[in-house]
């Protein structure tokens, strides 16, 4: 008994002492065999793979022993060693698969059908084992046999291979029945409409065709015709349309819906939101006020009503050369809606409020009346007056009143340390302080937000540091600079006639300041924001084609293509300057949205 304990604590030592080693010796001769493969250095692989297999048994180092030997073209030798393992195991469809495209590469036709049909047999019972031996085909090019392996098994298991069946079609690029198996999909189980949604996206970024979308799009309007009663079919068309910006399309297959599912308009509610954010305003404002004909009694009645006006305040002041008129009527609207809504409801409406009234119609007095009286009442929530506060410091400044403005500021970042609206009201100071000509303080603060946890705030900081840095120590007058910080604050407060002089100046007193890239930059957003795109375009340009060492040259360009994108519609023009960003500045921040847009001009992608 003793001598048993002794031997087998002594073999169980041993073991111990052995296993590192071994486990060791597996990892270095498996990253070895790897790195053959990638060298396709096969024939050194192979020996490797054979031996891993051997010693472990892993299918892996079965699989990739296999595949050296293809690529040897050394055919006799996997037949032989496939039967083999045939023989140890007759129930692992993969060795059919494997055998068959042994005899595929040799040209046995007969016997590679066999094979393959032997293993679509063995393996049409199992859904685990239909899914593998697939994939087995798949990796091997046999797209046929992948598909009958799908269609035997969904008849013997009575379950959908659909999903499966439409990623085969896309492999063998036949994307009618691809589209035509995702919607059978989509039909028997909606839940799958987000699935199918996500992989036609993946499809369509590396999609080369251009006739995608009228595939998806003509397949889903015929399916609808057939199946009316499909709300996923309506769901899946309404993204399609957006996916591909046509949000007037998707808005009416909004309305359809909502009607045939009462809805009572919650439906186009949400898609008016959608809308807005892609400041798509006019059919937003359609969405909102489709959804208020339905009367007061609606229950999304009020939300609506403050939704329409959020969206023609955005609409307002991203739309050029507003006529007086339609400002005081936006101005009314607001006042006469505040009066109606409850406090909770009530900060959108005021923030638009005041931002009009100030920024506008020149009603600086009563902006800060009403944001006064806000605050002082105190019943919007922590970062709803937060953000009154910043606004009325910032109509404060506009004002002429910096000093009072900086006591705001700073009592916003004394309540909100460490927060987004603390950094927000620390980078409005650094501001201030740029636009009085106080530089070095503004550089100083501006640093330290350079490392906030805002990207926005981190990189605003960023852009307004390197201005100063870059061209401060140049100009020992700081005349210069000083004239560009006055420019900048009339921008800001919408005096564009006046800062559109201030630039001038500097370009007449200082032609050659380090500025002037700047002030041409500066000058193209004022026109561009002014409506004059033909004037922006040449300044952008003087940019670019001038200064196209200096930071600005890839915003200069990327301004360039979105105006020949968005504003002209000149498709071939955008494309000519997406492309531009992407191959001589790789580096720039603007580089994959600029791929993105290149893409989908071209027909690539309906990713947008």
């Known amino acids: 008994m003793k001598f048993s304990l002794i031997k087998y604590l002594f073999v169980l030592?041993?073991?111990?002492?052995?296993?590192?080693?071994?486990?060791?010796?597996?990892?270095?001769?498996?990253?070895?065999?790897?790195?053959?493969?990638?060298?396709?250095?096969?024939?050194?692989?192979?020996?490797?793979?054979?031996?891993?297999?051997?010693?472990?048994?892993?299918?892996?180092y079965r699989n990739n022993y296999i595949r050296c030997l293809s690529e040897l073209e050394d055919y006799k030798t996997a037949e032989k060693f496939l039967k083999k393992e045939l023989r140890k195991n007759k129930t692992d469809p993969s060795l059919y698969v494997y055998l068959g495209n042994i005899y595929h590469l040799i040209g046995s036709t007969a016997d590679a059908e066999k094979e393959f049909s032997n293993a679509i047999e063995m393996a049409s019972d199992n859904r685990g084992q239909t899914i593998n031996t697939a994939n087995s085909f798949v990796m091997h090019r046999q797209f046929n046999y992948a598909e009958q392996m799908y269609i035997s098994a969904s008849e013997k298991q009575k379950v959908s291979f659909?999903?499966?069946l439409a990623n085969i079609y896309y492999y063998q690029r036949d994307y009618q029945k691809m589209i035509d198996k995702f919607l059978d999909l989509i039909i028997e189980q909606p839940d799958y409409l987000t699935n199918v949604q996500s992989r036609l996206v993946s499809i369509s970024a590396s999609?080369?065709?251009?006739?995608?979308?009228?595939?998806?799009?003509?397949?889903?309007?015929?399916?609808?015709?057939?199946?009316?009663?499909?709300?996923?079919?309506?769901?899946?068309?309404?993204?399609?349309y957006s996916q591909t910006g046509q949000y007037k399309k998707a808005l009416e297959q909004n309305y359809v819906l909502d009607k045939r599912l009462s809805e009572k308009g919650l439906r186009v509610l949400q898609y008016g939101h959608i809308l807005k954010d892609n400041q798509e305003y006019d059919l937003a404002l359609e969405a909102f006020e489709y959804v208020l004909q339905q009367g007061e009694t609606s229950p999304h009645y009020q939300t609506a009503s403050i939704d329409y006006l959020n969206t023609l305040f955005g609409k307002v002041v991203n739309t050029p050369n507003n006529s007086e008129e339609e400002l005081l009527e936006l101005e009314s609207l607001l006042i006469e809606t505040l009066s109606k809504v409850r406090a909770t409801q009530s900060f959108s409406l005021i923030y638009a409020l005041a931002n009009i009234q100030a920024f506008y119609l020149n009603k600086t007095n009563e902006a800060e009346e009403l944001l006064s009286k806000v605050i002082e009442?105190?019943?919007?929530?922590?970062?709803?007056?937060?953000?009154?506060?910043?606004?009325?410091?910032?109509?404060?400044?506009?004002?002429?009143?910096?000093w009072d403005a900086t006591i705001i500021y700073a009592q916003v970042e004394k309540a909100n340390i460490n927060n987004p609206?603390?950094?927000?009201?620390?980078?409005?100071?650094?501001?201030?302080?740029?636009?009085?000509?106080q530089f070095q303080w503004a550089q100083a603060q501006l640093d330290v937000l350079k490392a906030s946890t805002s990207k926005l705030i981190a990189n605003d900081a960023f852009e307004l540091s390197f201005?100063?840095?870059?061209?401060?120590?140049?100009?020992?007058?700081?005349t210069a600079m000083k004239l560009f910080a006055k420019a900048d604050l009339l921008t800001y407060k919408n005096d564009n006639e006046h800062a559109l002089l201030a630039l001038d100046s500097i370009i007449a007193q200082f032609p050659g300041n380090t500025l002037i890239d700047d002030v041409y930059f500066r000058k193209a957003q004022i026109y561009e924001r002014q409506g004059n795109i033909d004037l922006a375009l040449e300044m952008y340009k003087k940019v670019l084609n001038n200064y196209s060492w200096d930071i600005l040259a890839d915003n200069a360009l990327y301004k360039i293509a979105k105006i020949y994108?968005?504003?002209?519609?000149?498709?071939?023009?955008?494309?000519?300057?997406?492309?531009?960003?992407?191959?001589?500045?790789?580096?720039?921040?603007f580089t994959v949205e600029s791929r993105k847009r290149f893409r989908f001009l071209r027909g690539d992608s309906i990713n947008q």
């Open 207 to 240: 999609f080369v065709d251009s006739d995608l979308n009228i595939i998806i799009e003509n397949s889903i309007i015929q399916r609808i015709q057939q199946k009316p009663q499909s709300s996923s079919l309506y769901e899946l068309l309404i993204w399609q």
């Open 565 to 589: 994108d968005f504003s002209l519609k000149d498709k071939e023009k955008a494309m000519e300057y997406y492309e531009k960003i992407i191959i001589d500045y790789p580096g720039s921040i």
């Open 421 to 437: 609206y603390g950094h927000e009201a620390r980078f409005r100071k650094a501001k201030l302080a740029y636009y009085t000509g």
């Open 467 to 478: 201005l100063i840095s870059e061209n401060l120590n140049l100009d020992t007058t700081e």
């Open 162 to 164: 659909d999903y499966e």
């Open 377 to 402: 009442e105190n019943k919007l929530n922590t970062s709803e007056i937060a953000e009154c506060k910043l606004l009325y410091g910032d109509i404060l400044l506009i004002n002429e009143n910096p």
């Open 13 to 60: 030592g041993i073991a111990v002492l052995l296993f590192p080693q071994t486990v060791i010796s597996q990892h270095y001769d498996s990253q070895l065999a790897a790195e053959y493969m990638r060298n396709k250095e096969y024939d050194k692989a192979s020996i490797l793979y054979e031996q891993l297999y051997e010693k472990f048994g892993y299918a892996s």
